[in-house]
């Protein structure tokens, strides 16, 4: 992988994981779905800031995924994208104080090594 491949790569990455943190963040201001309420929580999915920047981070991070895609495999760049979910798992516990389990971080270690394998070119 190049430099150029790896930087979108890596903006693809970040994109994606801030668009979860802003979705996370826009789904604890609705608070917890139900029957009763399920329609009104659709309904404010358009008409709060967070999500709407979520969505939009998501885009670009979709966006600079395809741009990486004129470049690379796809066997390269999907399994690339996996870093998504470590960075995910890493930032809900800086941000959000979850709970790390010491098997999901031996999974993490799993896909940041798989991540090396699969992108490195000798």
Same mark, same amino acid.
């Given at each position: 992988?190049?430099?150029?491949? /790896? ?11 801030? #668009?979860?943190? /802003?979705?996370? !963040? #826009? ?17 404010? !999915? ?37 870093? @998504?979910?470590? &960075?995910? @798992?890493?930032?809900?516990? /800086?941000? &959000?104080?979850?709970?790390?389990? @010491?098997?999901?971080?031996? #999974?993490?270690? /799993?896909?940041?090594?798989? @991540? !090396? ?6």
């Amino acid at each position: 992988m190049t430099p150029q491949e /790896f930087g979108l790569m890596l903006i693809s990455v970040l994109a994606s994981v801030a #668009g979860q943190v /802003f979705l996370k !963040i #826009g789904a604890v201001k609705l608070g917890k779905v139900n029957a009763a309420n399920a329609i009104n929580h659709i309904l404010s !999915i358009i008409t709060t800031p967070e999500l709407l920047i979520g969505l939009g981070c998501y885009g670009v991070g979709a966006l600079f995924y395809i741009l990486l895609l004129t470049r690379v495999n796809l066997s390269v760049a999907g399994p690339a994208a996996s870093l @998504v979910y470590v &960075f995910s @798992v890493l930032l809900g516990y /800086f941000i &959000f104080k979850e709970y790390i389990p @010491v098997t999901r971080l031996a #999974g993490l270690s /799993f896909i940041v090594a798989g @991540v !090396i394998l699969v992108v490195w070119q000798k």
